[in-house]
């Protein structure tokens, strides 16, 4: 069964407590390093020297390796480097509340992200150190061919490098969906419930 | 392939509507599943777990978000030279880069203008698949320098 079914769930009650709330800051743990900004080019066949060479990119027009547009997010990966625990989610979930990984209570435990909308507005050098702050934008229903209960949820996050320089804005949309065998069950509560 | 040459500069003045960015294609193997979870520590098991893709109606592990992005991002730096700046970056996932598959990252230039000082060009971005067609419509906007 899912972790709430969709008979329990208000959406309105949901945008009312979660829509332009910040549920999560964090810190780098370490700061902006050498190989991980390697590992990111590498996974796509990145060669430029910008992102990989010391010596190089010291004569280019940032005065030292930058990450690559692409890699804030990694930096902040839930689930890799930086695990929850190094993050503050200002909402601490219970065990025993469903929620999706953006804290969001959510029927489905399924997510897909979407669309992605970035602003880059300053370099950022190996050695910085990023902190980032996550706000819910929007929460919405919108059914997909999979589940017709799926939740979508976006996201507006800014990054800040030490100096509290904003130096990029992402805007994500994730949906929330569930799995076949979860939908099946939730179908059954739900015929049995109107039987009733 | 063209090797590319990451010290010359690409002038605004110079660039035209309707040119082509380089196109970059890669075969989404098993070594680039494993550089996937690697390069973007993502590691949500509908990106390498083929069981738990299946349990989620998903017939086949599909290539996430930090991916995609890197890819996109290198379509547009290998094209931008030292001097470029990636000012935007937009795209819609709207179909899935599975494993098995080959992905090509293609980019047209449909924009040219100045904004408060700033040269721009702006970018048609796309992620395409073999067998799928378009997987990642989207589209960036690029700071150059200019002569």
């Known amino acids: ?196 | 392939m063209t090797a590319i040459n990451y010290s010359k500069e690409r002038y605004w003045d110079e660039v035209e509507i309707g040119d082509r960015l380089p196109s970059i294609s890669l075969m989404l193997d098993a070594t680039a599943m494993v550089l996937q979870v690697s390069g973007s520590q993502d590691w949500s098991l509908v990106h390498h777990d083929l069981e738990f893709a299946n349990d989620s109606g998903i017939p086949n592990i599909f290539y996430n978000t930090g991916w995609t992005t890197a890819l996109l991002g290198r379509l547009l730096t290998d094209w931008m030279g030292p001097s470029g700046w990636v000012q935007t970056m937009n795209f819609q996932m709207r179909g899935m880069n599975a494993h098995g598959t080959r992905c090509t990252a293609h980019g047209t230039v449909t924009g040219k203008r100045t904004e408060s000082n700033h040269a721009l060009v702006d970018v048609e971005i796309v992620l395409e698949n073999d067998p799928g067609g378009v997987t990642t419509p989207g589209t960036a906007t690029i700071r150059l320098p200019r002569k």
């Not at chain 1, 972790?3 to 329990?8: F, G, K, L, R, S």
């Not at chain 1, 027009?61 to 503050?88: C, D, N, Q, R």
């Open chain 1, 1 to 196: 069964m899912s972790a709430i079914h969709p008979m329990d769930y208000d959406i309105d009650a949901i945008r009312k407590e979660w829509v332009n709330r910040v549920i999560r800051t964090g810190h780098g743990r370490y700061p902006v390093e050498f190989d991980p900004i390697r590992r990111h080019c590498h996974m796509v066949g990145d060669l430029n020297p910008a992102f990989l060479d010391p010596e190089l990119a010291e004569q280019g027009p940032h005065g030292a390796v930058i990450v690559p547009p692409s890699m804030l997010l990694t930096y902040f990966s839930g689930k890799g480097p930086w695990p929850p625990a190094a993050e503050k989610t200002e909402t601490p979930q219970q065990e025993d509340t469903p929620a999706s990984f953006f804290a969001v209570p959510v029927p489905g435990d399924r997510g897909i992200n979407m669309e992605v909308q970035w602003d880059f507005l300053e370099p950022v050098r190996v050695g910085d150190r990023l902190r980032m702050e996550m706000i819910i934008a929007d929460v919405f229903i919108k059914p997909i061919k999979l589940d017709p209960y799926t939740v979508w949820v976006v996201s507006e996050t800014s990054f800040f490098n030490q100096e509290d320089l904003v130096v990029a804005k992402w805007r994500n949309t994730v949906l929330f969906h569930r799995s076949p065998a979860q939908i099946a069950e939730d179908n059954a509560r739900s015929d049995a419930q109107t039987s009733t």
